[in-house]
């Protein structure tokens, strides 16, 4: 069914049609309405059988979807930002003890500085937990990765996160083809849970494990997740079928086969770098685009196939390591470690500052031709960053750079009005 929706309400659309049993809630920008549409749907029983919980914290959610995943219902959440932090002792608990929970992140910014706008430090924050991370480019893909997820999860029972940029995709109101029950029947079927907690035949769910067996469970641990690379191709071939479109996968290339220079991106950024792409094909510059659609797993072949003919890589990314640099661009170059290529890194679009195509594309001629530094922060205000630099250098007492750069903009009073 095609429908002009917001992004928030088309995914909970496609998670009310997976039939969660359990959705436990706490609101925090951008994944609000997500929670607030399937509130209304458990509250109207378009949504039944379904516990609508609305804890008193993202940590209270995480936990309360732990234990409804033990006790055998399907359980989702969303969360964003701070509320990722917020719960993260859970989050790592949840891939531990090998639960198939789905969560939406809205990717939003961390601060300190404070900021409710997109970018994906959050989801890198949590790189590291065990669970598998989606990102989708569009609001269709938001849909549709959903749909994947509870499959995906359900069959390895392993957490997975669909990633979708906040406000970019989770505010935007656009053309959506919203599946149908009897689509998604075909593709999520009943939970049939791996562990479960049963009074008629006890188990322990989180044991305590010591050095005599732990590093042998965190390998099963990795085994399982990485068993993600295997089946996400296949469920994403199975839901094309269903659904009349490509939906999901590992990577999705596009005009990489005959490109010098490939950009390597996730999320909502893609569109404008397919654009940035085609503009310089145009003009006689061999670049192409390679999407990357699961992060975690890392599906390092896949990739390497998919440069095995470009001659440079340049990975634009929305989060990057303090002190080291990016994220995205060291687990590229560590799969293209058998290869003498350069990978360039371009951090653009920090706390929602826009991606401009003009930029991307100065930038990328540059690195085209070799002249790109190894990391660039896109649309850099230099001025303002030596300002404050001078500032530090001038006095010990010099204050905080975030309002120093405020005032330095005008967006706060000087200091004495």
Same mark, same amino acid.
């Given at each position: +069914?095609? !429908?002009?929706?917001?992004?928030?309400?088309?995914?909970?659309?496609? &998670?009310?049609?997976?039939?969660?049993?359990?959705?436990?809630?706490?609101?925090?920008?951008?994944?609000?309405?997500?929670?607030?549409?399937?509130?209304?749907?458990?509250?109207?029983?378009?949504?039944?059988?379904?516990?609508?919980?609305?804890?008193?914290?993202?940590?209270?959610?995480?936990? +309360?979807?732990?234990? !409804?995943?033990?006790?055998?219902?399907?359980?989702?959440?969303?969360?964003?930002?701070?509320?990722?932090?917020? +719960?993260?002792?859970?989050?790592?608990?949840?891939?531990?003890?090998?639960?198939?929970?789905?969560?939406?992140?809205?990717?939003?910014?961390?601060?300190?500085?404070?900021?409710?706008?997109? $970018? =994906?430090?959050?989801?890198?924050?949590?790189?590291?937990?065990?669970?598998?991370?989606?990102?989708?480019?569009?609001?269709?893909?938001?849909?549709?990765?959903?749909?994947?997820?509870?499959?995906?999860?359900?069959?390895?029972?392993?957490?997975?996160?669909?990633?979708?940029?906040?406000?970019?995709?989770?505010?935007?109101?656009?053309?959506?083809?919203?599946? $149908?029950?009897?689509?998604?029947?075909?593709?999520?079927?009943?939970?049939?849970?791996?562990?479960?907690?049963?009074?008629?035949?006890?188990?322990?769910?989180?044991? +305590?494990?010591?050095?005599?067996?732990?590093?042998?469970?965190?390998?099963?641990? =990795?085994?399982?997740?990485?068993?993600?690379?295997? &089946?996400?191709?296949?469920?994403?071939?199975?839901?094309?079928?269903?659904?009349?479109?490509?939906?999901?996968?590992?990577?999705?290339?596009?005009?990489?086969?005959?490109?010098?220079?490939?950009?390597?991106?996730?999320?909502?950024?893609? #569109?404008?770098?397919?654009?940035?792409?085609?503009?310089?094909?145009?003009?006689?510059? %061999? &670049?192409?685009?390679?999407?990357?659609?699961?992060?975690?797993?890392?599906? !390092?072949?896949?990739?390497?196939?998919?440069?095995?003919?470009?001659?440079?890589?340049?990975?634009?990314?929305?989060?990057?390591?303090?002190?080291?640099?990016?994220?995205?661009?060291? $687990?590229?170059?560590?799969?293209?470690?058998?290869?003498?290529? %350069?990978?360039?890194?371009?951090?653009?679009?920090?706390?929602?500052?826009?991606?401009?195509?003009?930029?991307?594309?100065?930038?990328?001629?540059?690195?085209?031709? #070799?002249?790109?530094?190894?990391?660039?922060?896109?649309?850099?205000?230099?001025?303002?960053?030596?300002?404050?630099?001078?500032?530090?250098?001038?006095?010990?007492?010099?204050?905080? %750079?975030?309002?120093?750069?405020?005032?330095?903009? #005008?967006?706060?009073? %000087?200091?004495?009005?």
């Amino acid at each position: +069914m095609l !429908a002009q929706i917001e992004g928030s309400r088309a995914v909970a659309h496609a &998670v009310a049609r997976c039939r969660p049993e359990v959705v436990c809630t706490y609101p925090i920008s951008p994944q609000t309405h997500i929670i607030e549409a399937l509130g209304v749907m458990v509250k109207s029983g378009d949504l039944a059988p379904c516990e609508y919980i609305n804890a008193d914290s993202e940590m209270a959610a995480m936990s +309360m979807a732990i234990g !409804a995943s033990a006790a055998g219902a399907r359980a989702y959440t969303a969360t964003a930002s701070q509320g990722l932090l917020f +719960m993260m002792e859970a989050v790592y608990n949840a891939a531990g003890l090998g639960l198939p929970i789905v969560m939406t992140l809205a990717n939003r910014a961390i601060g300190a500085p404070i900021n409710i706008w997109n $970018d =994906h430090s959050d989801a890198m924050a949590v790189r590291d937990a065990g669970w598998v991370q989606l990102f989708a480019e569009t609001n269709q893909e938001a849909v549709d990765l959903h749909l994947l997820a509870f499959t995906l999860a359900e069959e390895l029972s392993v957490p997975v996160m669909v990633c979708m940029d906040g406000f970019i995709l989770t505010h935007a109101v656009e053309r959506v083809d919203l599946p $149908d029950q009897a689509q998604v029947d075909q593709l999520v079927p009943p939970f049939e849970p791996r562990q479960v907690l049963d009074c008629d035949d006890p188990v322990s769910i989180g044991a +305590m494990v010591g050095p005599e067996a732990f590093t042998e469970v965190r390998y099963l641990a =990795h085994a399982r997740l990485s068993r993600a690379l295997e &089946v996400i191709p296949v469920l994403a071939e199975r839901n094309a079928e269903v659904l009349g479109r490509a939906s999901g996968g590992l990577v999705s290339p596009y005009r990489t086969d005959d490109a010098d220079t490939v950009v390597v991106a996730m999320g909502s950024v893609l #569109g404008t770098l397919k654009d940035v792409a085609d503009g310089l094909r145009d003009e006689g510059t %061999p &670049v192409g685009v390679l999407g990357i659609s699961c992060f975690r797993p890392f599906p !390092a072949d896949e990739i390497r196939r998919a440069l095995e003919r470009s001659r440079r890589v340049v990975v634009v990314e929305k989060a990057f390591s303090s002190g080291f640099g990016g994220v995205l661009s060291a $687990d590229v170059a560590l799969a293209l470690r058998s290869r003498s290529i %350069p990978v360039d890194t371009i951090v653009a679009g920090l706390g929602g500052r826009p991606v401009r195509a003009a930029s991307l594309r100065s930038l990328l001629i540059e690195a085209h031709h #070799g002249g790109l530094d190894q990391v660039v922060f896109c649309d850099l205000q230099a001025g303002l960053v030596q300002g404050e630099l001078d500032r530090m250098t001038a006095r010990r007492r010099s204050g905080s %750079p975030a309002e120093n750069v405020l005032r330095d903009l #005008g967006a706060v009073a %000087p200091h004495g009005r």
